[in-house]
């Protein structure tokens, strides 16, 4: 049962905290930087071509989406994981065209307000270039990889639900969303090397999102801080 979209509970620094500690503890620490570096090399190949993010940036999303969860279960996780999301790669397509639309419909109309009306407040117009950036990403990434993955939804259902959850939630969901950008950006301009390390900590805050909200579909996860004395973690 998919609960039905509107005002959620949000702890901002408790979820930060734990895709921190997912990203740089645990068994699995190297496999994850592997990854990152994969799924940054083939999404900026991609995006040196106008079509190309249309076939791999939700596949690989989806991807990141399933090796977070098996991370957040205390499951083996291979480097092979990420290309798990080309199983759903028909709505992850559908849901990269439907953001495709509303990017070339909305997004310089949006841009153009941004930063006419941030310009007046900032001096540097690369602050309005990440508030759009987090924009983008509430409602048109979100918890739509989850959804397509873990639920198997429909690209349209997917793209609705994660728009009403973002509309019910906005403010705290927004500035959850600009520290996810920021972290992004910085990674990126960290001669992209700082990518290896952001990619999975984004993967992880936004599986985290849709734990609490959605629930996976497998059950709940524990937390490795979570685990009682004595039990083994994975790899030990």
Not at 78 to 87: N, Q, T, Y
Not at 149 to 159: G, L, Y
Not at 219 to 226: I, K, L, S, T
């Amino acid at each position: 049962m998919i609960p039905e979209a509107g005002k959620r509970d949000i702890d901002v620094g408790k979820w930060l905290t734990e895709a921190v500690n997912l990203t740089f503890e645990g068994p699995f620490v190297g496999i994850q930087l592997v990854v990152g570096l994969l799924a940054g090399i083939i999404l900026a190949v991609a995006g040196m071509t106008f079509i190309g993010p249309l076939f791999v940036q939700f596949p690989i999303l989806c991807g990141l989406f399933y090796f977070a969860r098996k991370r957040m279960q205390e499951q083996q996780v291979e480097i092979r994981d990420l290309f798990r999301g080309f199983d759903v790669f028909t709505e992850g397509f559908l849901a990269s065209l439907a953001m495709y639309v509303a990017l070339i419909v909305l997004g310089p109309i949006t841009l153009v307000v941004f930063l006419v009306f941030f310009s007046c407040c900032f001096p540097i117009p690369m602050i309005a270039m990440l508030l759009f950036s987090a924009l983008l990403y509430t409602f048109t990434v979100g918890m739509i990889p989850g959804l397509l993955f873990d639920r198997r939804m429909k690209a349209w259902e997917a793209i609705r639900l994660n728009y009403a959850f973002s509309i019910a939630n906005f403010a705290p969901l927004f500035l959850y969303h600009l520290i996810i950008a920021a972290v992004l950006w910085l990674g990126g301009a960290i001669a992209f090397v700082g990518l290896i390390v952001a990619i999975p900590f984004a993967a992880f805050a936004g599986t985290i999102q849709y734990r609490e909200w959605i629930g996976f579909e497998q059950g709940q996860p524990r937390r490795f801080d979570e685990m009682p004395e004595g039990e083994p973690k994975p790899g030990e």
